[in-house]
């Protein structure tokens, strides 16, 4: 029988909304492989049956603490607790309890938008990190990035939460604020973000054609994989087709995954039949591997751009058409993200998450925790690895800390001269601090207050925006125009 699927990629992680999204290639037809409580396991085995002596332990516990411990215990917290402490003894952040609260608002999710902050967030070594923001997402434009690890939220510290109690915190409505405090790789110092929540749409094709050297470059963007990211990439291709592209990238930079689906009908448009599209790994080591039924590859040389944000739907395509061959990646490392869950249901709304199974690429390699390498390495300029400037106080001469350091990477990412970028404010940095002020009609100081630090913020913004400075972009084109 052949099995069915739907998805959300990035397997164990969640879309920070107004309910929130567990995202991760999910099973459906759990009674094909017979997992489920009490049927039998995928690889045949019947699974052990707790000991009379077993159970009656965990009764013993159960009445002991629910009749004598110091302060009353409700019973159903005890018993989620059981459940939650099994889970644990796993050591696999992605196999999860949801109670039924938190499975409704997974539910409630999978639509074409929510409300939140516009990332998408994961455990990872036991903590709670930033996997991508959406683009122009609040998240985004509040400065978060690929692999920020979350400390607080609001002031709270999210040690010892679960993924689930940590975004609880962070959800909330449109128009509300939350303050994350996070811990960034390569600074000192926490940052404390604040974001306000809005609307996420999920617009995930964005098509453009680029002119190189008199050639058509078709570019296509994909910010995640929903329910209706197939049809919308296949209609933009056409469109491309249509208008004599004579090249294609494929942008699944900052994307951190969507349905299964949608992914796999977009491969089967690219990606001949010689090689599977990707395969899937029971626990016995028996693997089923899914082709297309594309006989001919496109007439077009394709590129595949990925960074540290690109996850799990992401990884599926770019390993595909890596492995396809003549199909360069270029940019950065993938953020790796191997494993299959499935949802089975406990009879009451809630339900356990349990890892299951592995995909992997086409060559059969195993992508967790270890990324996709691309086959060409591009790093981007030093302007989109500025950070956010806390202002406790203002910025001025002779001071030397590690805010300082930060608006100096944007001054020179921008194109302003301070003369140095270890955190020493100099002469050199008060005048570019002024030129600056001066170019943005504000009051020229060379102090850099609440304002000029919104304004340097900004400004960096827009420079990344500008396709001049995408160096990886730049990259791709030249590939395709050789």
Known sequence: ????????????????????????????????????????????????????????????????????????VEQEKLIEGAIQGMLTTLEDPYSVYMNAETARQFNETLESSFEGIGAEVSMVENKIVIVSPFKDSPAEKAGLKPNDQILKVDGESVEGLDLYEATMKIRGEKGTTVQLEIQRQGLKEPLSIKVKRDEIPQITVHADMKQQTGENIGYLEITSFSEDTAKEFHDELEKLEKQKMEGLIIDVRGNPGGFLSSVQEILKELVPDEKPLYQIEERDGEKTRYFSS?????????????DKGSAS????????????????????????????????????????KLTLFKWLTPDGNW?????????????????????????EQPLKLDMNNEQVRNAQEILEGIGYVPGRTDGYFNEKTKMAVKAFQRKKDMDVTGVIDAKTATALEEAAREEMKKEENDAQLRTAIKLLVQ
């Open 294 to 306: 594309l006989k001919k590859k496109k007439s077009y040389p394709i590129v595949v751009l990925t």
């Open 1 to 72: 029988m052949k099995r069915k699927w739907i998805a959300l990629l990035m397997t164990g992680s969640l879309l920070i909304g107004a309910g929130g999204t567990y995202a991760g290639i999910q099973w459906v037809g759990a009674t094909e492989h017979n997992i489920g409580i009490g049927l039998e396991s995928s690889d045949g085995e019947q699974p052990q049956a707790i000991s009379t002596e077993g159970l009656e332990k965990v009764e013993q516990a159960y009445s002991l603490i629910l009749s004598s411990y110091v302060e009353k």
């Open 367 to 391: 992508i967790h925790q270890n990324g996709i390498e691309p086959t060409v390495p591009v790093e981007q300029p030093m302007i989109y690895h500025t950070h956010p400037i806390q202002i």
């Open 313 to 352: 739907a992401s990884e599926i395509l770019a390993g595909a058409l890596k492995e396809a061959g003549d199909y360069p990646v270029v940019g950065e490392k993938t953020f790796g993200k191997g494993t299959v869950q499935q949802a089975v249901p406990m009879g009451d709304g809630s339900n356990i």
